[in-house]
């Protein structure tokens, strides 16, 4: 299975991005998909994730009302709509595949089966 993230880059304060995640290799449905994210010179960490059925969303706590994700099955892409972006979101971003499962908890609580390289994504203030 392969996870190809795009749509990093360059916003400045209060501007929006949009982060794809497209997957390959293997039925897309059986798969919630993770967004995460390291900052620099920090660890990674959980940032939002979706269920393999779309139904279950689960956010960390400073992207609430901010970032949203949802999910394509008909182009096996799930997007992270990033708006009033700050400079603390300021990361490489990761996209993470896990089998089956069933509630977007379960990506907060790490064991991702899979992982796509990372794309930068730099807020300026």
């Known amino acids: 299975v392969q996870l190809q993230a795009s749509g990093g880059g360059l916003a400045q304060t209060g501007e929006s991005l949009r982060l794809s995640c497209v997957v390959s290799?293997?039925?897309?449905?059986?798969?919630?998909i993770g967004w995460f994210r390291q900052p620099p010179g920090k660890e990674r960490e959980f940032v939002a994730a979706?269920?393999?059925?779309?139904?279950?969303?689960y956010y960390k706590n400073a992207v609430k009302g901010r970032f949203t994700i949802s999910r394509d099955n008909a182009r096996n892409t799930v997007t992270l709509q990033m708006n009033s972006l700050k400079p603390e979101d300021s990361a490489v971003y990761y996209c993470?595949?896990?089998?089956?499962?069933?509630?977007?908890?379960?990506?907060?609580?790490?064991?991702?089966?899979?992982w796509g390289k990372g794309t930068l994504v730099t807020v300026s203030s």
């Open positions: 979706i269920s393999w059925s779309g139904g279950s969303i």
């Open positions: 290799g293997d039925t897309f449905n059986y798969y919630g």
């Open positions: 993470a595949g896990k089998k089956n499962m069933q509630t977007a908890h379960e990506a907060y609580y790490g064991g991702m089966d899979y």
